[in-house]
């Protein structure tokens, strides 16, 4: 019974002598809780395109452009995007086993 009473003993002592501290449950006092950064106003933000830093009211402008902006899938020729599609299928029946036509 004494012998692990003086092994936690000695464990202690050297975590003490190394400055090792053991983990606590709470986090630092420094660091802003959540709640708080949850509630924070972003006034900066960066453009989804290239990264650079834009104010809000930019922001929200390139955001509004991006969607009225008419999209990529529009200029693809149906004939094309019905033959990708077919291949997407391919490949899955193949995953699982299924034979398909050649």
Same mark, same amino acid.
């Given at each position: 019974m004494k012998k692990p009473i003086f092994s936690l003993w000695i464990l202690q002592f050297s975590f003490q002598l190394l400055g090792v501290m053991p983990a606590r449950g709470l986090p630092p006092p420094e660091d802003i809780p959540e709640e708080v950064l949850r509630t924070e106003i972003i006034t900066e933000a960066r453009s989804p395109i290239?990264? &650079?830093?834009?104010?809000?009211?930019?922001?929200?402008?390139?955001?509004?452009? !991006?969607? $009225?902006?008419?999209?990529? +899938?529009?200029?693809?020729?149906? &004939?094309?995007?019905?033959?990708?599609?077919?291949?997407?299928?391919?490949?899955? !029946?193949? $995953?699982?086993?299924?034979? +398909?036509?050649?």
């Open positions: 290239d990264g &650079k830093r834009l104010t809000a009211a930019e922001y929200a402008q390139l955001q509004n452009s !991006l969607q $009225t902006r008419p999209s990529a +899938t529009s200029q693809v020729n149906p &004939k094309l995007r019905e033959l990708v599609f077919l291949l997407r299928v391919r490949r899955l !029946l193949r $995953t699982f086993g299924i034979p +398909t036509p050649k």
